[in-house]
């Protein structure tokens, strides 16, 4: 029989013979096998293509248009869209006719509406499809589930909003509308949505985007839309999705050299640190392993079995153990993933057919199966160099320290900071995080000594605790381990908080609005002065008591409409805003106070501007622009006034300057310091005056942290407790001749438990307070990747305290109350008379 073979049914037989710990050693090995590859294939499942998305995004149609708002400048490319607009001082776009629209695409389409939009239903908003799902373009884009589609002044809904077929739907400022069936949107099972032929749509208060909202059409065409017929269909102002241009989109540059070096360097990166946590996690028990068959492989070596011999049965622990948990965690990883898919789906976002990535989880089971071996050559190492003597003779051999080592480690460490200094200045974070692994490894090579050098103040602590630093130290090839593994955990999810804090910071840090928070804003379009001078009347009925201010739009000689933009750069990224044209009222509401030098230099015929660097030797630029006129240069006279609040900026122009430039105004906004409640009735009624109108509020910013933030909260509670429960368990195993001695003299079961309880302690303490420094140095030097948008704009660094504070003393304190409410028990050990 060949060693190998040999080997490997000796490592079945011990397997099987200690399965508590043999299933523990899986269970290290095969749970960051299983998250990963659940984790894979979830997304993968939940990742709808652009091929598998195209009958609901254009049911039986061969293109979908959506119509952007005038002024606005658009532009598709294969690798996304650009679109630029002015804050909105323009007035809504009029809708071309469904005869323009099929004369753009040809002789021989067919074109029906289809608008996406909102609907306001009592406090909240519901996202609304305005489109005939009786007509054959629409077939598969939702499918009926119960009842039958809607006609005029019906509606169907999705199952998230828990309606039925005899409800009624009562929409905001409009008439009731009877719900006539229930549909289903083929990849989104959470989506709230109603849908019929005629809908009070309401303008959304986000950000408009061409792919979510706004006026359309379906269109059969007679022959495929094209890659090459977007640009005339993007300058008349038409968003083009279509089935030509999804099922033969144009070749996928090149990527250059340096992008598939980052990309090597980021995985090479993952793949070290997903190695190395599998490898500290599963590595004490196979050292507690090593101890027990010490006997078993000093008789083979007595009997004449060589040092690879010795190291060749325990690697093949190592190889079957991990291949077996590799091959459970993969499959019930897959599993997983399926069955998470409609769940996670149901709570937001999209679901495809079950889809495995079969060479990223085939990956990462051939890393299982490395790690696993990996995580047995240490103890196999020693194996080999033990002293068949000493061991058969029952003395424990003396744990000596390589005194090379902690210099190695320290140089590590060392390289890594500094290569960190040097990655920070980068553009991509992946440079930081091949720095970080350096720090790690060299941490973990330091480990053994860290845990020598705390445990000299042990004489100092009270029995319990005294007896469990003390065997921790004594045992540094099992606690270093342990330790190690909470260390590289808690640096990861460190250093990932810090990075998405201070992004999170930085995004709220630039968020910028021309109007102050609570403003109501007006606009009316091209449209005559009797219209508007009902449009203005109307308001002033709708909102009685509430003062309004008036703006006013720019135009030419020729009634060419005007933009009066400039451009400024706030928290490092540059920013295009347009100036508004008014008197002392708006400056008033745009301030929310009076001032007197502000309200002079505008009476003077200056411009006031809240974005104190657009100001230059006290002159703004602008730029005026106009989709029918030639574009224009002006640099008026302007002085700095300070807003209403911190993250307003925008500027104000007198009528004066801008009819001294040439350009004629005319009254066409309002805009007050008013909250329209949620069932406001304004934007219907002003409808009814003229489609010419939009309406916005400025809400202020509305994000929030990142809750994926304690979602790696939740995971590093996974690892961090239980590897250390588990190590904690070893220890307690190994520890059973010192507490069966500690039981024969009088100690109390509390007493035991505490000495286990403070194993837990120590090792999760110290590997979170080692894990907090590297975490903080990753983290920072994350931080100028994540927010900079310049060579000249400054990180942001923020750091989330209640995070930091929760990772790094609330799973300390977790895993310590896990191991003290855990029942060690006590076998009756056999002792001689």
Known sequence: MSVVLAALRLARRNAWRSRGRSALIMVMIGLPVLVITGILTLTETMNVSLREGLVAELGAADVRLVQTPEGTVLRQQPNGATWNTGDGDGAAASELAATEVAALLGPGTRVIPLSAGVLRVGTERVDALEADLRDPLTRGMLTLSEGRFPAADEVAVTPALGLRPGDLLRPSGAAPLKVVGVVEHPHRPSLREVVGPDLPLAAPDDLWSPNMYGPGWLADTAKPVSWSDVPALNTAGLYVTSRGMLLDPPPTPVRSPGTDVQHAIGLGAMVIMVVLEIVLLAGPAFAVGLRRRRRELAEIAAQGGSAGHLRAIVLAEGLVLGGAATFVATALGIGAGVLAAPVVARWGGQIGPAEVPWAPVLGVAALGLVAGTVAALVPAVQAARQDPVTVLAGRAPAAADRPGWPLAGAALVLAGLGATVVARRQPDSVWVWASAVL???????????????????????????????????????????????????????????????????????????????????????????????????????????????????????????????????????????????????????????????????????????????????????????????????????????????????????????????????????????????????????????????????????????????????????????????????????????????????????????????????????LGALVGLAAGTVTGVALSRPMTTHGASDPATIAIPWAFVIAVVVGLPVVATVAALITRTRLPLTRRPL
Request: glycine share 10%; proline share 6%; no cysteine.
């Open 439 to 765: 720090i790690m490894i060299g941490l973990v090579v330091v480990t053994p000594w860290l845990i020598r050098f705390t445990g000299r103040p042990a004489g100092r602590l009270r029995l319990p605790l005294r007896v469990s630093v003390r065997d921790a130290v004594r045992h540094r090839s099992r606690t270093a381990s342990a330790v190690a593994a909470v260390m590289a955990v808690t640096a990861t999810v460190v250093a990932m908080g810090i990075g998405a804090y201070s992004e999170y910071m930085d995004r709220r840090n630039a968020y910028t609005s021309a109007r102050p928070a609570g403003m109501l804003a007006i606009w009316g379009g091209t449209m005559s002065d009797a219209t508007w001078t009902k449009l203005r009347a109307e308001t002033a009925r709708q909102l009685p008591g509430v003062p309004l201010a008036s703006g006013y739009l720019a135009q030419d000689a020729k009634g060419h409409r005007y933009a009066l933009r400039y451009s400024v750069r706030w928290n490092g990224t540059r920013t295009r805003r347009t100036a508004a044209i008014g008197d002392q009222a708006l400056l008033r509401l745009l301030q929310g106070r009076d001032d007197p030098q502000a309200a002079a230099a505008l009476a003077g015929g200056k411009a006031v501007v809240f974005d104190p660097a657009a100001v230059r030797d006290g002159k703004l630029r602008l730029r005026a622009s106009s989709t029918g006129g030639p574009p224009r240069k002006l640099d008026v006279p302007a002085v700095v006034a300070t807003p209403s609040d911190e993250h307003q900026g925008g500027a104000l122009l007198p009528r004066a300057l801008v009819e001294q430039a040439g350009f004629s105004t005319a009254e066409r906004q309002l805009y007050a310091m008013h909250r329209l409640p949620a069932d406001t009735t304004l934007w219907r009624d002003l409808t009814q005056v003229t489609r010419r109108v939009t309406i916005a509020a400025e809400e202020g910013y509305r994000n929030v942290p990142d809750p994926g933030l304690w979602g790696w909260l939740g995971g590093a509670l996974v690892l961090v407790v239980g590897g250390t429960l588990a190590a904690t368990r070893l220890a307690a195993a190994d520890m059973r001749p010192e507490r069966a001695t500690m039981a024969a003299i009088g100690a109390q079961p509390g007493t035991l438990r505490v000495v286990v309880a403070g194993q837990a302690l120590y090792i999760s303490g």
